[in-house]
């Protein structure tokens, strides 16, 4: 370093060094006076060089006897510096031992030094020994004590509401063992930190040690939990001459709630001037504006026992019995709604703070007016349980050194032996919180979730990641809080609903197995009146899942409470005429009291007089003041300068949180320093404040600022900033910055640069997709379609229509799905994209059942490629034959013709035309089945992928398991399965896994098939709600229902609705439907189970459904068989047996229906009815149990069922011998099968046939209660 500065300050020694800048005693040849030089490092430059000069000038605002002094400021071509006064003292700890009126003395200066600073909106945010200086005078003070203190370095110094530095190079201020908990937690910080930090300056300087010595000993980490959670000791039991009520008063300023913290350090200084003899003491001139403190709860005492009530139920592991639940279920989400302004975020931050208080882990999402990403707060939240998850080892034993969060810093510090688990549960479900949270993908292990299927994977991502909230509240009392949520996109919604649905019958459940329930309180803010989301509110608490609290107004007590609070005196203080005047103008609005008293005394329409608070009447009429929050606003913007009204103005344009940077670019035409200046004075008049973080973000005070600040902005104005906005975010895009792609295609939109916004809003569109945000999708797609008609360019249009069907697709809107592939097929002239969007069509209209529709639109996909459907079911027979001769052929005979590449697209979309068709045909026409399964052999053979091949194997294989044929079954299976190998796909072998079970199932190996199937669906339950999922659900169903097994059918039953609806499949809902019918007519539940059935018959469109409307005729004949109704079985049934008849729809599932027709034949008094029936009746039922042996030896899970129902027929024709041989016979082969049900009808049908068997009946009878099962009421 050389010797002269600037050619003028010459140095004489150095007096210290920082982290940013050197200290040097300099002599100024000027003023022939010694100065201390601050000197900035040479290697820092850039956002660095800005904060060393805004260091000078918040210095230079505070002119106060016990505050360091600065003289000048300048720059040299390496470096800028400025010079201040020279004060060589010692730290104020070195007085501890010193006589206390000397200790005294210098904490009385620091308080004054502390308390000007405070008022002059700045906090220090490095309150420390080393930073406030000591040193002894001539001249004699009080009490004989001559000491003078400075309050030094002001280089982190911020404006009050200013959390972090613009600039700072870390999410992190400050010297650990003088932060407080809301510092040290990266929390938003303000002035009370400072005074926590000057808490323990004091104590140590009063007793000689930290309060907190101990752990501060044993390292940082021991530290950090000691300043979250330790109380410290009474002062006193260091030194016994400190006054009892200055050892409570410092203590007070050691509380780790600031709210509960004195507001200033004028307290303390009123305590010590006590002791010193003081009748007074000089606290430095107040501007008018800086006595009003901010807002806080006042009076909402039902309020927050409401709050509370729920708070504890959710986060205490209480058990609950059933009737204590049904009487009052804890609600799963718990709403503070209110106009603005009213006092909502206070108090969720009052029940946050109870929430801590009670050792639950808080985190807190936002949603903002705009356009952010989907799951925004839900993102945030996850980004804060990922940091308290990954949280460092802090065991460094320097305890003065700042640890370092990074990005991700967390708002609460969870105790560490949790942190394993929640690590642990992150883990589990990180494939699915990257689905929505792609940008925390460098947080999070493994890949995300591989999307397929839109419309299949969404609810179940949505519930996973619900699941996953769920599970953290189980490991630990968990309180999730998201603010404004009247702006919550779509998906954040959807989540909600999600989360809100899974906690309470995640409870429900718990509570009927007496179990105890996850630990987890779900709280959220709202604005009233904001129609949408008033709505979803509504539907919640119909639902009983949530509880909606309602804000009201303040009284004129609670009002007069605010008013002296913000004050800072007591409520008698106030004069009644002042209150009145406010709480009728303001309406007991919070926010609107707090502004309007910030501008009247501000403008000196209120003053002090004699110890009390009152109008002044001489300030001007009364009915010109401003009558609405708004009015009030409105004259606090006339208050400010035009620079800091421009840049506000630019504020508003970039919405309620403003990246400084990017305020910066959009404000080019402002200089720097006028630019510094103007940002200062916004923070010094509260009207924004700096976001915590590495990013240097503001954020508005409230959001009516932001509205009526944008409102005001003229329409040019709003276009030009959006239209900079959207540059100096493109240009970071641009040099591969993380850029919000929501924000881009809205400040374009907004900037009316049509191009650029159309393309941006199709981005945005498409990330909200992959993160199944589908209705989010839709709305950027809405505002690109009205530019569409600006920018016809006709391949990004198409693309546009494409992306509008797969959202209204995933949605369940078919009709607009469908509408928009139509359009995109009027302006589409290449025949493999028309064949594309046909297939796409015909897909949907097959899974909403609209089956002549869907064949007319496969017919047209494969004409579009040159291909098409047999002309006949003969032609269709023949060619079937020739492709299952190529399917056995064995492969070293294949002849490989492999699809070139530019015919493997159309060769794609054939084998997928070919797949639907294949399904649409197994419900239709068995020999059309065949054949189109057997042209997507031929496809995926010239595909020659293992990924084509594993599927139409196990087409095959279901073809041939459905039709009896296990020995072919079991070898498309295993070829299948070798395919499913050799893609490496976990979902495609959990398929052909399901499929074995299947095939296993179709042999009548139970225990084998419900192996098979259960393996294959945990792994598909993890892949969202496909077809595969629901049909194994169906085969693991009707296992259930072979053993008589009715929990598990109804629960596997309900979960193939829940597919079905989910997948807008009525054809799917309607299998699950009829089985819940069918377990409930075994239980004797009869009214229920008919319901079932006519909800299941009323989702059946297509009428010609060969599969499915039998198999639901066959479960109604079973409900009246077991309501003694034989007539109605019996029409039910013959009903079915001609739909099966008459389209050789012999499959597995149609087997059950001779055996029921025999028993319906014969009626209640079978064992006789040789007497009462007639011979043709006895002749048909004979008929129809030789059919059911028949059909039951080719699917073995119906032979019992075949079987009693035989022995019924001998019984009734008068063989008696023959019955009971078939009734044992009956009862052995269901003990092989583990058929319990069919078991035990069989042993009570033979009780009844041979008279001396009494025993079997009663064996029979007590399975059947066993099952929970009982005989139909006539054979009671």
């Not at 050691?254 to 003899?277: E, F, N, Y």
């Not at 604005?527 to 609290?549: H, M, P």
């Not at 409230?702 to 902005?713: A, F, I, K, S, V």
């Not at 009829?1074 to 539940?1085: L, Q, S």
Request: charge should be negative; hydrophobic fraction near 40%.
């Amino acid at each position: 370093m050389r010797d002269i500065i600037n050619e003028r300050y010459r140095l004489i020694e150095k007096l210290g060094e920082g982290g940013m800048a050197n200290v040097y005693l300099a002599r100024d040849p000027e003023t022939d006076r010694q100065v201390a030089l601050k000197i900035m490092k040479t290697s820092l430059a850039g956002t660095s060089r800005k904060r060393f000069a805004r260091e000078f000038r918040v210095v230079a605002a505070v002119d106060h006897p016990h505050c360091i002094r600065v003289h000048d400021f300048a720059e040299t071509s390496e470096f800028p510096f400025f010079t201040m006064e020279v004060f060589c003292g010692e730290p104020i700890t070195s007085l501890a031992g010193k006589p206390l009126a000397t200790i005294l003395t210098a904490i009385y200066q620091a308080a004054d030094a502390l308390d000007f600073v405070h008022s002059r909106k700045i906090v220090h945010r490095d309150i420390k020994p080393s930073n406030l200086l000591v040193k002894f005078g001539n001249d004699e003070r009080p009490n004989g004590a001559s000491v003078d203190l400075k309050l030094t370095d002001f280089g982190l110094a911020r404006f009050h509401g200013s959390p972090s530095s613009l600039s700072v190079d870390a999410g992190f201020v400050g010297t650990l063992a003088y932060c407080a908990p809301e510092q040290i937690a990266n929390n938003a910080i303000d002035h009370r930190a400072d005074l926590y930090a000057f808490g323990i300056v004091c104590y140590e300087t009063l007793t000689g040690q930290h309060p907190f010595q101990e752990a501060r000993d044993s390292g940082m980490q021991a530290l950090m939990r000691a300043q979250l959670a330790q109380q410290p000791p009474s002062m006193r039991r260091f030194n016994a001459q400190i006054p009892v009520d200055l050892d409570e008063a410092v203590l007070r300023y050691l509380d780790k709630d600031p709210t509960r913290r004195p507001a200033s350090a004028s307290m303390l200084q009123r305590v010590i001037g006590q002791h010193l003899g003081y009748s007074g003491f000089d606290s430095p001139q107040r501007d008018a504006e800086t006595t009003v403190v901010n807002p806080m709860i006042i009076a909402r005492a039902e309020e927050i026992t409401t709050l509370g009530e729920v708070l504890r139920a959710s986060l205490s592991p209480m058990n609950l019995t059933r009737e204590e639940w049904v009487r009052r279920p804890i609600p799963s989400l718990t709403l503070l709604t209110g106009e603005a302004g009213i006092g909502k975020s206070y108090l969720q931050q009052d029940v946050s703070r109870m929430a801590r208080r009670n050792g639950a882990d808080v985190y807190e999402g936002r949603c903002f007016e705009g356009n952010l990403a989907p799951y925004q707060p839900f993102v945030e939240i996850i980004r804060q349980m990922l940091a308290s998850a990954n949280e460092s080892d802090l065991s460094t034993p320097d305890c003065d050194a700042s640890p370092t969060f990074g990005v991700l810093a967390p708002t609460t510090a969870p105790g560490t032996a949790n942190r394993a688990t929640l690590k642990d549960i992150i883990g589990e479900y990180s494939a699915e919180l990257l689905r929505i949270a792609p940008d925390l993908r460098q947080w999070l292990p493994g890949e995300a979730f591989r999307q397929v299927d839109l419309s299949r994977e969404t609810n179940y991502v949505l519930r996973a990641i619900a699941t996953f909230f769920i599970e953290v509240g189980a490991a630990r009392g968990t309180c999730l809080f998201i603010e404004d949520l009247q702006w919550a996109d779509r998906g954040t919604l959807d989540l909600l609903r999600h989360l809100a649905t899974g906690l309470y019958r995640s409870r429900e459940r718990c509570v009927e197995s007496n179990a105890t329930f996850s630990r987890l309180f779900i709280g959220g803010t709202s604005r009233s009146g904001e129609v949408g989301f008033d709505e979803f509110a509504k539907e919640l608490q119909r639902e009983r899942y949530a509880q909606v609290v309602e804000l009201g107004s303040l009284s004129a007590d609670e009002s007069r409470e605010l008013i002296s609070l913000q004050l800072g005196c007591s409520a008698v203080d106030v004069d009644d005429r002042l209150v009145e005047q406010l709480h009728q103008r303001c309406h007991g609005n919070p926010f609107f009291i707090a502004e309007s008293l910030r501008a009247w005394q501000s403008s000196g329409r209120i003053a002090r007089d004699d110890d009390s608070w009152r109008l002044d009447d001489t300030t001007g009429d009364e009915e010109t003041w401003p009558d609405s929050v708004r009015g009030v606003l409105q004259a606090r913007f006339r208050t400010i300068s035009p620079s800091a009204s421009h840049v506000l103005g630019a504020c508003a344009s970039l919405g309620r949180v403003i990246d400084v940077d990017i305020l910066r670019e959009v404000m080019q035409d402002v200089p720097e320093t006028e630019f510094l200046d103007a940002v200062d004075e916004l923070l010094a008049r509260q009207l924004v404040f700096e976001r915590p973080g590495l990013t240097p973000e503001l954020e508005f005070s409230h959001d009516l600022l932001r509205e009526l600040t944008y409102q005001q902005l003229s329409a040019s104005r709003r276009v030009a900033m959006h239209r900079r906005a959207g540059e100096a975010l493109e240009a970071r895009l641009g040099h591969g910055r993380n850029v919000s792609i929501e924000a881009l295609a809205g400040h374009f939109y907004e900037g009316r640069v049509i191009d650029k916004a159309f393309h941006y809003l199709l981005e945005a569109a498409e990330g909200a997709l992959k993160s199944y945000a589908v209705d989010d999708a839709v709305r950027h797609l809405e505002r690109a379609e009205k530019l569409s008609a600006e920018f016809a360019e006709e391949a990004k249009t198409r693309r546009l229509w494409k992306m509008f069907a797969t959202a209204h697709s995933a949605a369940g809107r078919t009709a607009l799905a469908i509408q928009y592939l139509n359009k995109h097929l009027e302006t589409s002239g290449d025949a493999v994209e028309r064949a594309r969007m046909y297939e796409r069509i015909g897909a949907i209209r097959f899974r909403i059942g609209e089956f002549d529709e869907a064949l007319k639109c496969f017919e047209k996909g494969l004409h579009e490629l040159g291909l098409a459907l047999p002309r006949s079911v003969v032609w269709a027979g023949v060619r079937g034959v020739v492709n299952l001769g190529r399917y056995f052929t064995p492969r070293a005979l294949h002849v490989n013709r492999a699809v070139k590449d530019k015919d493997r697209e159309k060769a794609m979309i054939a084998f997928d035309i070919w797949d639907h068709l294949a399904y649409l045909f197994a419900q239709r026409n068995i020999i059309r089945c065949v054949q189109a399964t057997g042209q997507q052999f031929v496809l995926a053979r010239k595909l020659a992928e293992p990924s084509f091949m594993c599927r139409t194997h196990g087409r095959h294989a279901l073809n041939f398991g459905i039709l009896s044929l296990n020995g072919f079954a079991r070898g498309a299976l295993n070829r299948a399965l070798q395919y499913a190998a050799d893609t490496g796909d976990a979902e495609a072998q959990a398929v052909a896994k399901g499929q074995v079970g299947c095939a296993h199932y179709f042999a009548g190996r139970l225990e084998d098939a419900e192996q098979a199937l259960l393996e294959s669906l945990d792994v598909l339950d993890r892949r969202g709600d496909s077809w595969p999922r629901m049909f194994f659900c169906h085969n693991l169903r009707h296992l259930y229902s072979i053993r008589g097994d009715n929990e598990n059918e109804i629960k596997y039953a309900k979960l193939e609705m829940q597919i079905g609806e989910i997948a807008h499949d009525s054809e799917g809902t309607c299998w699950g439907a009829y089985g819940v019918a069918n377990a409930f007519a075994r239980m004797g539940r009869l009214d229920d189970a008919q319901q079932y059935l006519q909800r299941a018959l009323g989702m059946i469109t297509a009428k010609n459904n060969i599969i499915v409307i039998p198999t639901a005729l066959q479960t109604f004949g079973f409900v009246h068989l077991q309501s003694g109704n034989y007539k109605e079985a019996l029409e039910s049934l013959q009903e079915a047996r001609a739909i099966i008849e008459r389209n050789w729809a012999f499959v597995d599932y149609s087997a059950r229906c001779y055996p029921l027709l025999a028993e319906a034949l014969l009626g209640a008094n079978w064992f006789e009815s040789c007497v009462s029936l007639d011979a043709k009746t006895l002749r048909e039922a004979t008929r129809m149990a030789r059919r059911a042996r028949f059909w039951g030896g080719r699917f073995p899970n119906y032979m019992p069922h075949a079987l009693r129902a035989s022995g019924r027929v001998a019984a009734a024709l008068g063989q008696r011998e023959m019955a009971l041989a078939y009734f044992r016979k009956a009862s052995t082969v269901a003990d092989h099968l583990g058929a319990r049900y069919d078991k035990a009808r069989a042993l009570i049908d033979e009780g009844i046939v041979e008279d001396e068997a009494t025993h079997q009946r009663q064996r029979g009878l007590q399975l059947l209660r066993e099952l929970g099962a009982v005989l139909p009421t006539s054979e009671l």
